[in-house]
């Protein structure tokens, strides 16, 4: 499964160790959930970078007090029609300030690419390789954004105060 | 009328040529039908018995007239010449083909028409007050606050995949004529004690296999707080609602579930810590003015309440009957507005041909300031009408079938497409709905009756509203054959209440007659000729209407 | 006429066919003995069994890109071998409304 960060493929440099292998000292790794929690002091202190795959049906709460010792989170989308890894990524970037690799995971299809990035999400495990190739293309779709988000994209309603400062101080 | 300014354009056209790629991904088989399904519905393409529908956007039901005539160019152009207005403010079409959808949608974009959201597990069209801005009492015009409703729940990156769709309604009247209390979020906007605009929030209504009627969460949230709220509100339930199970996915199950104090505190915390770390959302004057300032109001004349034309007008009986059944106060003295009927003896509700629209757009440039509105019970409305204008409208009305005097009387009916159409239903209600209209087509039989709302629903996805209607009519299938439970009693009003079945499912050849009898039973009971049939049900109950109907069933 | 979408379990009680919309343009169709799709319905493949249903349904399943929604439906089968719809919603797929649409066809 082709992963796209930075707009382009790339190789993911992450492994993904199973909850009944076991994690080496070193190396960056994946690991469950329910397998970083039972012992997230030390396996956040390891040697290599950790990362932690989040279920989509748990709230982020737990994860938070790890998270500046955390290099991936990965949410999951178990269905193109689940969507609330969308509510975790904005809360994990924009309220608890997560700043490290935040990948979209499970059935991830071209035309929600854009919805990811502006919810904050920077890595994307694509189903489908045509759909990876055509990433940078994709999210460039659109140009106007009416809502916020962590994304820093100007809104509708910004631009249109900007337009009527600037129209005013240049009559 | 909001004016959609180079911003509001481009994304419709962006939104256009996504679509357009989609389509061309599945007829090139490079995405699934199960894929692509989820892609179409968020712009409102259904698949139905013979064809596709589409589902076109007319937000909280305002038009203009070049609009107008460009829904009918598409009927024209892509359909068989007519479209269906349904009980949220849209329009639907029938037979138009997935391969010519994106032109559709290119035409339509040239107008400012889209049909984002119209469908699918995201947040619908806000619908509205169909006399918004016209008429007399309104707070303000709850279309500003609709409009900025619009465009934060257009393609919002965080809610485009909620459990279940999500619907707004909003009222700025003591009456509310936007059914808010059937609505996933209702909203009445209303001043403070302060004066300041706000809004009384309330969640959780909605119909379909389990109705209920939304519960205040909030009884004031200040103007400038709305969308925070409701991001709020969104971000609960797009976490919490239940996606196990389609039937218990809207958020009225949630609330049901949690309780309304419970849900509400949840939505209270998640809004308070919304507020603690920014404050993105929450709007300031110069946007809130910024949006009132592109909607255009008409450069009103200073008329008479009684003009020449109407007092001479008045000697005509059949101007009068449609004028004392079809025209309503204006804020304006000197104006009105007036509600055209798609209720036509013997038609199928709610459906006007090209044609219709075509010269209904005209008489809107003559009459109305060229604006049309589209109300949720299936009619068009002319909201700025000179009264003087009356008697020369109402002839050009009644010349193209548009000036039916039932409106809100027992003719006036709200139906779904129902099986004729719907690959949902589980009967048929348009035919039922235009036997009724020929049953009760003797209008001073229809005045003698008074207001009297009948709603068809062709299964229990409710699309017509049946719980809610005075009589409500709900298509049910028993081996094979069609059969209708009755309800009576239900408002979909301020007063909002569920309808209570008056006994077993009657076959489809029997329902005009048993609606006949429960109208018969409510002229021989009602305690005086303006008690209103919903309030006579609530005097008597079921009981005494069951007895009539069943006696001989 | 409960939805056949919510077909979950397959189990004939006649003679049926498999129908679907097309793709490109949503009209009705019906699977024939050839691999492929006919608007008539004299063209249908008849199935008696329900594991012959299910085998014609996957195999019609499979054309993604043709055909849409693809379920089974009853039909009748009169005197002479003609082939009807089997209830009042296969009927209204196949003759169209039954009502008179706004503008005559």
């Known amino acids: 499964m082709p992963l796209v960060k930075g707009e382009k493929i790339t190789d993911d440099t992450f492994v993904h160790v199973a909850d009944d292998a076991e994690i080496p000292a070193d190396g960056a790794i994946l690991i469950s959930s329910a397998r970083f929690l039972e012992n997230a002091e030390a396996l956040s202190q390891r040697a290599g970078r950790t990362g932690v795959i989040w279920p989509n049906s748990r709230d982020v709460d737990d994860l938070v007090p790890w998270l500046d010792r955390l290099a991936v989170v990965a949410l999951v989308f178990p269905t193109f029609r689940d969507g609330r890894a969308y509510s975790q990524a904005r809360l994990l970037r924009e309220r608890f300030n997560y700043r490290g690799e935040l990948r979209a995971t499970g059935q991830v299809l071209r035309d929600q690419f854009l919805f990811m990035l502006r919810a904050g999400f920077d890595a994307f495990e694509v189903k489908k390789p045509a759909d990876a190739e055509a990433f940078a293309n994709t999210v460039k779709r659109y140009s106007v954004f009416y809502q916020p988000t962590g994304d820093g994209r100007m809104t509708t309603l910004h631009r249109r105060m900007m337009l009527r400062h600037s129209e005013s101080a240049n009559p | 009328m909001y004016a959609y300014d180079e911003l509001d354009r481009t994304l419709i056209n962006e939104r256009v040529e996504e679509f357009r790629d989609q389509v061309k991904r599945r007829l090139a088989g490079e995405l699934t039908e199960d894929e692509f399904k989820m892609l179409r519905l968020q712009n409102g393409v259904y698949l139905q018995l013979h064809a596709y529908m589409f589902r076109v956007a007319i937000p909280y039901g305002t038009l203009s007239s070049k609009q107008l005539r460009q829904l009918a160019h598409v009927a024209r152009r892509y359909d068989r010449g007519y479209g269906h207005f349904t009980t949220r403010q849209n329009i639907q079409f029938n037979w138009i083909k997935l391969a010519e959808l994106p032109d559709a949608l290119a035409d339509l974009a040239e107008v400012g028409i889209h049909a984002m959201q119209t469908s699918g597990n995201n947040t619908r069209n806000v619908t509205s007050d169909q006399w918004a801005g016209v008429a007399p009492g309104e707070i303000e015009d709850p279309r500003i606050w609709s409009e900025l409703l619009r465009q934060y729940t257009t393609l919002h990156p965080e809610f485009s995949f909620l459990p279940r769709k999500f619907k707004f309604a909003i009222t700025a009247s003591a009456h509310d004529r936007a059914a808010i209390k059937i609505h996933d979020i209702g909203l009445r906007l209303h001043k403070n004690a302060e004066g300041e605009t706000g809004f009384e929030v309330l969640v959780g209504g909605g119909l379909g296999r389990t109705p209920f009627i939304a519960k205040t969460i909030k009884s004031f949230v200040h103007g400038r707080d709305l969308l925070s709220y409701v991001e709020a509100i969104l971000r609960v339930y797009n976490q919490y609602g239940r996606r196990d199970n389609i039937y218990k996915a809207r958020i009225k199950i949630l609330v049901h579930e949690l309780g309304i104090e419970k849900f509400a505190r949840e939505v209270e915390d998640e809004w308070q810590e919304m507020r603690d770390s920014d404050t993105a959302l929450t709007l300031d004057d110069a946007m809130i003015e910024d949006i009132r300032s592109r909607f255009s109001y008409p450069a009103y004349e200073k008329l008479p309440h009684m003009p020449e034309e109407l007092k001479t007008a008045a000697h005509d009986p059949l101007f009068e009957r449609w004028r004392k059944n079809s025209v309503f106060m204006h804020k304006i003295q000197g104006y009105a507005i007036v509600t055209l009927s798609l209720k036509p003896v013997g038609g199928p509700p709610g459906d006007a041909t090209a044609d219709q629209m075509d010269t209904l757009a005209d008489l809107a440039d003559k009459y109305s300031f060229g604006e049309i509105r589209v109300g949720h019970e299936q009619n068009l409305a002319l909201p700025h009408v000179a009264r003087r204008d009356l008697p020369a409208l109402w002839k050009a009305l009644d010349k193209i079938g548009l000036a039916t005097p039932n409106v809100n009387l027992v003719s006036d009916i709200i139906a779904c497409p129902g099986l004729d159409y719907c690959s949902l239903a589980n009967a048929r209600s348009i035919p039922i709905a235009q036997e009724l209209t020929r049953r009760f087509a003797n209008h001073d039989t229809a005045n003698l009756i008074g207001r009297l709302h009948i709603n068809i629903s062709g299964c229990i996805n409710a699309c017509g509203h049946h719980h809610v209607g005075h009589i409500g009519i709900l298509g049910v299938e028993k081996n094979g054959e069609e059969f209708y439970q009755i309800t009576i009693g239900g408002r979909a009003d301020e007063n909002a209440e569920l309808g209570a079945l008056i006994g077993p499912a009657v076959p489809y050849g029997e329902v005009a007659d048993v609606v006949e009898d429960i109208v018969e039973a409510y002229l021989a009971l009602r305690a005086r000729p303006d008690e209103l049939f919903v309030d006579s049900v609530k005097r008597l109950g079921v009981e005494p209407f069951r007895e009539r109907v069943y006696a001989t069933r | ?105």
Do not use: F
């Open chain 3, 1 to 105: 006429m409960t939805s056949p979408l919510e077909q979950k379990k397959i189990k004939i009680t006649g003679p049926s066919v498999v129908t679907a919309n097309r793709t490109w343009d949503g009209i009705v169709i019906y699977r024939t003995a050839r691999q492929d799709w006919s608007a008539k319905l004299s063209d249908a493949a008849i199935v008696r069994t329900s594991d012959d249903a299910r085998a014609l349904l996957a195999e019609s399943a499979a054309d993604d890109v043709g055909a849409v929604g693809a379920y089974i439906a009853p039909v009748e089968i009169k005197e002479g071998g003609k082939i009807k719809p089997g209830n009042l919603r296969e009927h209204i797929r196949l003759q169209g409304v039954t009502i008179d649409l706004p503008v005559p066809a």
